[in-house]
C-alpha cells in the first residue's frame, strides 16, 4: 500500500508537470494538484506512523520565506483597492502554486520520480514545442491547433523554465549509463526548444537563454575531478571568450527578432518607442503614493488607473514582476518577495555545491530557473495561472529530488528508503 502511494504520488506530480505545459487544461491540473496533495498528506501520515517521519524531508526549506510573504499578500486583503478580486489572486497565484510546490516537492523524493517526472516531462515537452512549430509553420492550422498550443507568453515562460534541466539532463546522461533511446530524445530538446523560443518572436527569451547557459558553464567548470581536458577550458581566456560567445549570441538573436516583429508588423521600429518606458515611470509614481501598503494583492489592481492613463487596453499591468509587487504590496511586499527568491537562489547554490552529481545538477538548475524567470518578467508579468504552477512545480521537483539525493545533507541517509543514486531509474 505505502509503495503504491509513493509510486501514484510520483506519476501524479509528473502529469501534472505535464498538464501545466498546455493551456485548457484547468480541470485536469485542479484534479492532479488536489490528487497530488492528498496522496502527500497520506504518505506524510503513514510515514509519521512507521516512525520515518525524521528521514524523510515533507517541509520544504522554503517554507519560511513563503509563509511571510503570503501572509503579507493575505493581509492587503484589509486595504486592498478590490479585495474580492484579491482574494481570488491570492487563490490561484499563492494557494494553488504553493500546493504545488509542495506536492511535487515530495513527489521528487520517492524512488519512482527518477522514471517517472523526467521521461513524462520529456515527452510533454517534445509535444509542446511540435505544436508551436506547426503553428508556426502552417498557420492554417492554428485553428484546430490553437486549443492545444499556448501563447508566446506562456511559451517562453515554459521554456526558461525547463531549460536548465534539459540543460542539466544531457549532462547528466553524459555521466550517468543512459539509455540511447532516451539520450536521443534529451538531446534533442535543447534544438527544439531554440526553435520553439524563435517562433514565438520573443526578444527577452534570448537573454533568458544565455543567463542561464552562463550560470550552468560556471557550475560545470567549477565541478571537482573534470578530466584533463575539461580541466583545460577553466583557463581565463577560455571562459571569457565563452562568456562573450554566449552574450553576443543572445544580442544576436535579440535583434532578429526585434527584426522580425518590425517586418510583421508587432512592435514599433526603435526600442525606445516602447510604450513601457512610460508606463514604467507612471508605475513608480504610483508607488510613492502608498509605498508601505501598495494598492492590495493582484496583477490587475491598478487596472482602472491604467487605462485611465493609457490608451492601450493591453496596458493593464506594470509590465514588471519588481513594480508589480511593489505597487501591490509596497516596498514590504517587494522585500519579502526578494527575500523569497534569494532563498530559493541560495537553496540552489547549495546544492550546486554537493558531491552528488545528481544533486549538484539540481542546484545549478535551480539557480539558473530563478534568474531565468526573472529575465522574463522584467518586460512582462507572466508568473502568474500556469506559469506559476509550472514554475513552482518544477522548483519543488528540483530540490526535492536534488535534496533526496544530497551527500551533504544532515539528515540520517542510512533510513531514507527512497534514496535513488541514478539519474533516471528505467529498470
Known sequence: MNLDIRTLLAWTGALFLAAVLFPHTEAL????LLGGTVLAGIWLVSAKARGEYLSIEFLPPLVVPIATWSAWATASIAWS????????????????????FWFCYCAAQTRAASRAIPLTVILSSIAA??????AFWFPSVQLTLGKFNSGAGDQTSALLTLMPCVLVGVWLAEKYETPRHIKAFIYVLPVL???SAYTTLNRTVWMGFSAEILILGTFYLGRPNLSEQRSRMRNPTFVLLASTLVMMAGAAMVLRTQDERVTLEMAHEQFSHDPRLALWSWTIELIKERPLLGYGFGRGIIREQLHEEFEARGIWHPHNLFLGAAVELGLPGLIFLLLLLAATAREGWRLARDADAVAAGCGAALVAIVMGMLIRNMTDILWVRQNALLYWG?????????????????RDRNNLSERNDTFMDLS
Open 29 to 32: 491540473r485542479l484534479i492532479l
Open 81 to 100: 483597492m478590490a479585495p474580492a478580486m484579491s482574494l481570488k489572486e491570492l487563490q490561484n497565484e499563492i494557494g494553488y502554486a504553493f500546493l504545488a
Open 129 to 134: 514545442c511540435m505544436l508551436g512549430l506547426l
Open 193 to 195: 526548444f531554440i526553435a
Open 394 to 410: 518544477v522548483v519543488g521537483s528540483v530540490l526535492g529530488w536534488g535534496r533526496a539525493n544530497s551527500l551533504s545533507d544532515l
